[in-house]
Nanobody, 113 residues
Framework: QVRLVESGGGLVQAGGSLRLSCVASGSTFSISAMAWDRQAPGKERELVARISSSSRTNYADFVKGRFTISRDNAKNTMYLEMNNLKPEDTAVYYC???????WGQGTQVTVSS
């Protein structure tokens, strides 16, 4: 059973940066495409970025040029580097294994203006 644990969220001022991490248990991480999604209060969950098993990446338009998704298969870990954060980036950020369909528990990111 895959288990995903996110960390790295917090409170930051607009223009600041955060780095989220997602550590996966199990042996399928290296062959699984992974994604970061987010959900703001009162809004539906939306895709932020996706990375294939070979590290090809895709980004939502609203984060292009500001966020970078990456992975380290040796550490079973995926990252989301977030720069130039905006108040509208405030949300709970979730990582997801696209192979197993498993979500993590989420990490809160709050950006103050």
């Amino acid at each position: 059973q895959v288990r995903l644990v996110e960390s790295g969220g917090g409170l930051v001022q607009a223009g600041g940066s955060l780095r989220l991490s997602c550590v996966a248990s199990g042996s399928t991480f290296s062959i699984s495409a992974m994604a970061w999604d987010r959900q703001a209060p009162g809004k539906e969950r939306e895709l932020v970025a996706r990375i294939s098993s070979s590290s090809r990446t895709n980004y939502a338009d609203f984060v292009k040029g500001r966020f970078t998704i990456s992975r380290d298969n040796a550490k079973n870990t995926m990252y989301l580097e977030m720069n130039n954060l905006k108040p509208e980036d405030t949300a709970v950020y979730y990582c997801k294994s696209l192979l197993s369909g498993v979500w993590g528990q989420g990490t809160q990111v709050t950006v103050s203006s």
